[in-house]
């Protein structure tokens, strides 16, 4: 059985933000023994990613490494006219990759007891994000 | 319903290439309502990834950033048997992916509407690529 | 049709390691013509990847590679409480991904001549991982 939603995410500052509850709370696991769900993000400056949903300083961490090894401004960039927030969005969104993949096991998704799902909102001004989720079961 | 086609790439230079089109001709969605499409490259020194699909500058900032951040002949690399070029292919393949897994809906990818599959060619002279493309629905 | 079973690895010293085989071991694709085998670690200081199986140095040079570009005590690191090597680990993992997932074919990985499955440890003393896989066919 394969279904498929839609989640539009309000808008997220720059940073990363933690919204396992917010997918879970658009997709009913009950009565999947085993399964996978897969959350896409239909957008090339901002990503999806899995982390320690504990701290919240690992998210603020996130975002200052990757700022420095994705630099604003670098000196080669030529995709500049969006921004200079714009070009290192990109390079964010592919180095953490545009979907994750979690097993669903007894309705419920079996993640780590620390993981969480990662929005990386790479642009300063991002706004509302269009995710898609699919489960197989 | 799981459907498998293999893909044969022709050569590309190094560098970030657009590859949709090639995909989609080679797999047919129609029909399909809701369901996956994952392609994988048979390779670890070329990747996959899904990015900006309109301004190629977006592809040549990928090459000059990864040709950056993962450099060629860093004194610690001790696999430069097969070239100045080959080590850090297989870092880049592993930073980028050697996967995408992509929503169906109504019988077409549901990618974002700048979204499109690049492939990472790493090597310098890397030749044909193989992909394989499973459709689940 | 779905299964799902639970790895558990024994400790790895901190660096890359091939565990194709150990994954192999635990789960029989006998019988599947096409499908899909994604594998899941379910930590946050640890990474699931594919590169190349042969030769031994490439892991060696992942490591070195990685721990230059997510360094230790970084000056804006705020999660240290956990040790010099925790955030680091964080960062590599979601670098690297936390899942991979592979196509079958014939009853076997339809993986590339040259591909295996690294576990990326990237604790000093990480312990005991412990893996998902999901077969889809």
Redesign the interface.
């Known amino acids: 059985m394969?279904?498929?939603h839609n989640i539009t995410l309000s808008s997220f500052p720059r940073g990363f933000h933690l919204i396992t509850n917010e997918v879970l709370s658009q997709v009913d696991l009950n009565g999947i023994q085993?399964?996978?769900l897969?959350l896409?993000?239909?957008?090339?400056s901002a990503s999806l990613?899995?982390?320690?949903n504990a701290?919240p300083?690992?998210r603020?961490?996130?975002e200052?490494?990757f700022n420095?090894?994705?630099p604003e401004n670098?000196p080669?960039?030529?995709?500049t006219y969006e921004g200079s927030d714009d070009?290192p969005a990109?390079?964010k969104?592919?180095?953490?990759?545009?979907?994750?993949?979690?097993?669903i096991?007894n309705g419920r998704l079996?993640?780590?007891?620390?993981?969480g799902i990662?929005l990386g909102e790479h642009r300063d001004h991002g706004g509302s994000r269009?995710l898609?989720v699919?489960v197989?079961?």
Do not use: C
């Open positions: 394969v279904r498929q085993v399964g996978l897969h896409f993000i239909k957008h090339t990613t899995i982390n320690e701290d300083t690992v603020t961490d996130f200052s490494h420095k090894s994705v670098a080669y960039y030529q995709h070009m990109h390079l969104a592919s180095t953490l990759g545009s979907s994750v993949t979690i097993p096991t079996n993640l780590g007891t620390w993981q990662y269009k898609i699919t197989y079961s």
